[in-house]
Each structure stands twice: as structure tokens, then as C-alpha cells.
């Protein structure tokens, strides 16, 4: 085989793993570290959104977290939201009741192993704090 065949099969192989991924109306998840790798401990970044909000105005914005927040998500750059699990959620809801007050969008870093679209938590960094 030469590099024009191989190169035209890698096109083909590439172009039906992103049909799939049309077809499944999921996300090709890309993490930080570059490549979506199931049931290995990743880096995700990403803004934390209130995954409780609901209705037609359920954007990044209108879905802030506040104090009141119960359950907490990481929106990644692709628009997926990925839902933390009850240690991730109690982690943020410790950082939002002992530290300083932030307002706007919170940026985060989340270290945690990813199954489907539930984040189950081991560290996260919250540049500057809450």
C-alpha cells in the first residue's frame, strides 16, 4: 500500500467516526489533554453552570451558578455540559460557601474520570476561588 492509499483510508476511517458521531448527537468530547480516553482519570476545563436550570432560555448566562445551586456542572468549550458527581457538587458548594465572593461566569478545572456525560470528581481548581 502505498502513502496516497494509506492517506485516503485514514480520510475514510476519519469521516465515518464523525458520521457516527452526527448520527449518535453526541458530543466528540475533547478534553484538555486532547483525547477523550473512557475510565482514565482526564483534565477538563470549562465554565461551572447550574445543571438544575431549566426552560427555553437555558444558556450558559441564564444558568450561572449562585449560593443557592445544589447540583453543578463544567460547560467545556464544545457546549457539552458534563454533571458532577456528589463529590465534585460538594466540593464547589464548599468553595461557594467558605471563600470569597466571585461574580460572573467561574471558571474551572476539573481532574475526574468521565463515563458518558457524569464527571466523577477527584480535584477541582478554581483559579482565584469562589
Known amino acids: 500500500m502505498n502513502v496516497f492509499e494509506k492517506l485516503a483510508l485514514a480520510c475514510i476511517l476519519v469521516a465515518g467516526m464523525n458520521s457516527a458521531v452526527a448520527q449518535s448527537g453526541k458530543s466528540a468530547l475533547v478534553p484538555a489533554t486532547g483525547v477523550?480516553?473512557?475510565?482514565?482519570?482526564?483534565?477538563?476545563?470549562?465554565?461551572?453552570?447550574?445543571?438544575d436550570c431549566k426552560g427555553a432560555a437555558a444558556t450558559a448566562l441564564a444558568c450561572e451558578i449562585s449560593a443557592t445551586t445544589r447540583i453543578f456542572g463544567l460547560q467545556v468549550p464544545d457546549g457539552m455540559v458534563l454533571k458532577l458527581d456528589d463529590k465534585g457538587n460538594a466540593n464547589v458548594r464548599a468553595a461557594l460557601q467558605n471563600g470569597p465572593?466571585?461574580?460572573?461566569?467561574?471558571?474551572?478545572?476539573?481532574?475526574?474520570?468521565?463515563?458518558?456525560?457524569?464527571?466523577a470528581v477527584e480535584s477541582i481548581e478554581i483559579p482565584g476561588g469562589l
Do not use: C, K, M, W
Not at 477523550?36 to 445543571?51: C, I, W
Open 36 to 51: 477523550h480516553q473512557p475510565d482514565q482519570v482526564q483534565t477538563f476545563s470549562g465554565t461551572l453552570v447550574d445543571t
Open 101 to 119: 465572593r466571585q461574580t460572573g461566569p467561574v471558571r474551572a478545572t476539573v481532574r475526574g474520570t468521565l463515563a458518558d456525560e457524569l464527571l
